[in-house]
């Protein structure tokens, strides 16, 4: 992560409120951070994240979107997980004719005892924004 | 107060004061047929009494669908639509500016091709057997439908059909189209939801890339599209030194091939901005009507029905409604597809008809002008 330019824009982060936001507290309390260019973002769910929302936050010039939620099964509120990959698969072809780089987005599914795991994606996620360059949709960039 | 003077001009260029209040405008608006709230007259004549600030015109602006039938029917010759998106314009620094329909992401979509620096990939569609050029007299501008594709990929419309079929019958003619892998959006959508400023930009970079790949005709599949780069790109300040077309007009002035076979019936629903805003009424009928029977809706050319929403701005029950109606006029027809020349009334008219209450009474076949034509030249083939 210290590999991460911190004068490029935000990256924004959608955390479920159920187990991805626990992972996100449990975080906290093992004395842990997120690193500086997440912004993290709670929704009640993940589902409810759909590709305009991504857009906007692209169009405003963030580097990149993670949107972080339950297990296809333990979702609270039933369809949250298939909405995501639906809404993935959507946001991947969009990107793709907007010439956004895939490395941008990632949509990923965790239990509530996935810290360790959450944690490392984000390092990873960042480690692999930081080879790109500025995302061309970037103010002033 | 600094907003009356602005306001004056749009009075003044629209000719609003010349209303007469007939209501003409009323009667003919699809949207008052389902909203009985709504009135081109009365948001004209609020406009006039009390500003942009009367809250029936701050409401109301964003509810028309600027098809422009009432312009058609104002025995004065008001341009309603143009006079809203005017309006709209003024309301430009405002947090409210009607409700984006899909969350707002195709206007995102919009705003995004206008930063310089993307470098789009937006030519997968280019199947190999497809004869397209990097350079040349000729344009195919495909406008937004690679992104349309993928958006509306759960409706079952197949968007980027079009495209290819429209290089096909290029291709018959012998013509291999330019096709710009960094083309931008038309700024349509934008403009009349208010962003003038990204218009512009769009604009520039559009006329860019004209210059650069050396055309001088400028042919589209979408009436939007013709529309905007026809009657909106040129200023007086350039020359603007390209024809445009839409590819209905382009066909019409060539000696195209086509091998009549009436064994289908077709209706045809004239999208706004290629009917009444360019007056392209006859092109599309001709062509249609070579190929198969063509059957004419109750509401058809000047007095077409709207396809219940433009520039992705507001759909609501209302639009359902005018939608439904225009679905049951098609069925009337008794015919077995409906034709349509813009993408956008086939996404709307295609939503509409997947109600799962309503697909009994609604469902028909639905393509693009661009399409019937391409497969008659199949049947040409394999004849």
Known sequence: MSSFDNNKGPVLAFFCNWAPYRCLLDLGKSGRSLPRPIHPVKVMCAGRVDASILLYAFEKGVEGVMVIGCKEKECRYGPGPQHTKKMEEHMRGLMGVLGLEPERFSAMNYASSDTDRLFMDIISFLHSISQLDRSPLARGG | ?383
């Open chain 2, 1 to 383: 107060m600094d907003q009356l003077e602005p306001l004056h001009q749009i009075i003044d260029e629209f000719q609003v004061f010349h209303c007469v209040e007939c209501g003409k405008c009323t009667g003919a608006c699809p949207l008052a047929q389902v909203d009985l709230e709504f009135s081109p007259r009365l948001v004209a004549k609020h406009v006039i009494e009390e500003g942009i600030n009367s809250p029936y015109v701050r409401e109301k602006t964003w509810f028309c669908l600027t098809c422009g039938l009432c312009h058609e029917r104002c025995p004065i010759g008001i341009p309603f639509a143009h006079f809203i998106r005017a309006i709209r314009l003024l309301y430009a620094r405002e947090p409210y500016r009607g409700h984006l329909s899909h969350g707002g992401g195709l206007q995102s979509l919009m705003r995004m091709q206008a930063a310089r620096k993307l470098r789009q990939d937006r030519l997968d569609w280019v199947t190999p057997e497809l004869r397209v050029s990097m350079e040349g007299e000729f344009l195919y501008f495909v406008g937004c439908l690679p992104y349309f594709e993928i958006f509306f990929s759960d409706l079952g419309v197949s968007l980027k059909k079009i495209a290819t079929d429209t290089v096909r019958i290029l291709n018959t003619l012998g013509i291999e189209p330019v096709v710009l892998s960094d083309e931008r959006c038309c700024g349509h959508d934008l403009l009349w939801t208010g962003d003038e400023e990204t218009f512009d930009r769009l604009r520039q970079l559009n006329l860019e890339s004209f210059h650069k790949a050396g055309v001088r005709t400028i042919i589209t599949a979408c009436g939007e599209c013709s529309y905007v780069l026809k009657q909106l790109y040129p200023d007086s300040t350039n020359p603007f030194p390209f024809e445009v077309m839409h590819l209905s007009e382009f066909l019409q002035k060539t000696d195209f091939p086509i091998e009549k076979k009436r064994d289908r019936a077709v209706t045809y629903q004239d999208p706004c901005r290629l009917g009444r805003f360019q007056g392209v009424y006859d092109a599309p009928r001709q062509l249609l009507g070579s190929i198969l029977e063509l059957r004419e809706m109750r509401h058809s050319a000047a007095g077409a029905w709207c396809c219940g929403n433009s520039a992705w701005l507001g759909c609501d029950r209302y639009s359902k409604q005018m939608q439904v109606e225009r679905l049951l006029e098609a069925q009337g027809t008794q015919s077995d597809i409906l034709v349509t020349a813009c993408p956008k009334c086939q996404v709307h008219l295609t939503c509409a008809m997947r109600d799962v209450n309503r697909v009994q009474d609604l469902y028909m076949e639905i393509k693009d002008l661009a399409s019937v034509i391409a497969e008659s030249l199949e049947r040409d083939d394999a004849a």
